[in-house]
């Protein structure tokens, strides 16, 4: 599997996902894992197949996540190219509910039913913030990224004319994938909180780390 491990997870890390995927050709499939405990990308996972095997081989690294930390993992997939449908299969594979879907929100409510949705839009709206939020936190060295792929990919990032706009893309014969997948997962580590409510311990380091009143 084509995943690297650049350190090795502790108990209590909450991991977010955000996972780049590919329709075929010349694109390949992406997931980023974030450590909101540690704000690094400990694990990458980067891969010419196509998004159903990326599926398949992310199922067991989400749960080897939750048994390795016992905190839920939390993954969201691009909605394009294949991905929605890959997260509703996830969703099915998911029996032992060791990680969390996330849910965009459709009107900027989560908690509505109706206006939910598994995965994340990377469109007009939603991609120049991703990519705006990203580059400041590099910018501020906030986010620690160990995959050299990633950093090389980022020195390929332009900003291009378009016939209507300005758009930030991979420069010619070059990837966005593994910047794609971050600028989710980066996203998620702003949104996502995790499931702590069975270990007090952990539940109160994450009432310090957020400067919460512990409940």
């Known amino acids: 599997m084509n995943l690297k491990k650049y350190r ?20 390949f499939c992406c997931a980023q894992f974030i450590s909101k405990t540690k704000i690094d990308v400990p694990w990458v996972y980067h891969t010419g197949k196509l998004a159903t095997e990326m599926t398949n081989d992310l199922h067991p690294t989400l749960e080897e996540i939750y048994d390795t930390t016992g905190i839920k993992p939390e993954i969201a997939y691009e909605r394009n190219n294949g991905g929605l449908f890959e997260m509703e299969r996830l969703a099915t594979l998911n029996r032992a509910g060791k990680y969390k879907l996330f849910l965009m929100p459709n009107s900027g409510r989560v908690e509505a ?63 966005d994938d593994r910047i794609m997948a971050l600028a989710i997962a980066w996203q998620l580590y702003q949104i996502c909180r995790p499931e702590i409510y069975q270990n007090s311990q952990i539940r ?12």
Do not use: C
């Open 204 to 215: 109160k380091i994450y009432n310090e780390l957020l400067n919460e009143e512990p409940a």
């Open 113 to 175: 039913a109706e206006a939910v949705k598994y995965g994340y839009d990377t469109n007009t709206a939603t991609r120049p913030k991703m990519l705006s939020d990203l580059k400041e936190a590099i910018d501020k060295r906030v986010l620690t990224i160990y995959d050299k792929p990633t950093i090389e990919e980022m020195f390929a990032f332009v900003v291009v004319k378009t016939s209507s706009s300005w758009k930030a893309q991979a420069e010619e014969n070059a990837h």
């Open 8 to 27: 090795h997870l502790e108990k209590g890390e909450f991991i977010v996902t955000g996972a780049d995927t590919a329709a075929g050709g010349t694109n």
